[in-house]
């Protein structure tokens, strides 16, 4: 069977791996903090809407 990931949990993950590596790295990249909260609020939004 193929699995299909939901995009949510895809845009989640993505956050994750990205704020983790801003941490780690210590990027310092203007408006990443502006980007990384609509990612977060998109990936809510459709993990929210079960899609």
Known sequence: ????PKI???LLSIWL??????V???F???NLDILLAILAIAAGVLILMDR
């Not at 069977?1 to 299909?4: G, L």
């Not at 791996?17 to 801003?22: A, Q």
């Open 24 to 26: 780690i790295l210590q």
């Open 28 to 30: 310092h990249i203007t």
């Open 17 to 22: 791996i990205v704020r983790g590596l801003i």
């Open 8 to 10: 949510g949990w895809i």
């Open 1 to 4: 069977m193929k699995r299909n």
